[in-house]
């Protein structure tokens, strides 16, 4: 499907930045259904961790703050909860607090579960966008319905020089219906 390959090529654009990372769950490993999408992207490219979402989030601002731009991947908005607070706390108001000599991007990538073939209920499946829209000032949120919608908003996220970072919400039952 378009939506799916749209994907993989923005994977793809951002796996060509000298200073991109990937780092998640299942980011060198099968595992989500995010996996493969960044299936073709080089091992050098990736950091696998484990089931420590607060743990990513902690990682991802460090090495923001380091000048590096991880691509940090959860496979469902439910997970990204835990690093609520790093993301709300810390990495929102980096600008802020360190008046503007400090402008970290981090490029969050996260997916609102499938619900076909099979609904994994509500734990899985929540959509947070408006909730994070409310609770942060300097980071954008994509919400990416359309496969057209992919590519150029993965290009501003890597591109942007403001010090905002962006969350890209991605829709997991898109790659196979659209």
């Known amino acids: 499907m378009k939506y799916f390959k749209e994907l993989q090529k923005a994977m793809s654009l951002l796996a060509k930045h000298p200073k991109t ?7 060198e490993y099968e595992g989500t259904g995010l996996y493969d999408s960044i299936a073709h992207v080089s ?13 990513q989030t902690g990682i991802a601002n460090g090495m923001a703050v380091q000048g590096m731009i991880p691509v940090s991947i959860y496979p469902r908005w439910n997970f990204l909860l835990m690093g609520t607070d790093q993301i709300v706390n810390h990495l929102d108001k980096f600008t802020k607090m360190s008046n503007g000599m400090c402008s970290p991007k981090v490029i969050i990538r996260v997916a609102v579960g499938s619900e076909r073939p099979v609904d994994p209920q509500c734990q899985h499946k929540g959509n947070f966008a408006e909730a994070f829209a409310s609770m942060t000032q300097n980071i954008h949120i994509d919400v990416l319905n359309e496969p057209e919608d992919i590519v150029p908003a993965y290009e501003r996220a890597l591109n942007r020089e403001d010090g905002v970072s ?3 919400v991605e829709f997991a039952d898109y790659c196979k219906e659209k």
């Open 166 to 168: 962006t969350i890209l």
């Open 21 to 27: 990372i990937f780092i998640g769950q299942a980011v």
């Open 43 to 55: 091992a050098e490219k990736k950091l696998e961790l484990p089931v420590a979402e607060y743990l």
